[in-house]
């Protein structure tokens, strides 16, 4: 994708799945690629302020928002559209989940991706007039990704690699804005679907177990 060639991008979580995804395909497209997750010493449990400040400092074109902490991931996208409102030259793309559409039983999840889309799509309403700098967030279904771990039954869910290129193409120059897509997974039965809501809800508890240990 040429579009990519020359440009300054930034992905958070970019060590594991669709993150990663995004990460290797931009390096190898030619773009200026900036990864942020603890491998590299950036943790988006100590609250995100020197990912926002190094972002602004790399004055990236396009940022991956994608790695979620509660209320993190939603901190990132707000600050980074106030402060390059006056910018037309940027992008930020978040990923989003479906589950902001249907529940899993996961309060905190659902509520951070729910405001991740419909501050996306109230930023569309300001663009580019009052807001120049342009947000997209994508509503992504079951992936293969760390969410799942312990789940088998891969052929239901979008990979990884798939999901990135959704993710990636909102990134090219657009005379129009697309604020919000729904990618959905195939669904299963409904006992199946059931056992693996219970599973995704289990995986993000031990998320959210870890990132309160990480700020005591």
Known sequence: MD??????????????????????YCLHHGADVKGYSRSNGFDLMKGGDDIINDILRFDADIVFNHAWVPRIQNKIQKILHTQWKKHNNKVVISTGSATSYYSIGSDIYE???TELREYSIQAAVNYPHINKCRLHNVSMGWTNSAILDGVEDGEYFIDPYEAALILINLAQPQNYIVSEILVNAKFKPLKDMTLLRDKATTNVLISLEKSNANKN
């Open 111 to 113: 509520k951070d991706k």
């Open 3 to 24: 579009m990519l060639r020359g440009q300054r991008v930034a992905v958070t979580g970019h060590t594991s799945g669709i993150g990663l995804e995004i990460y290797q």
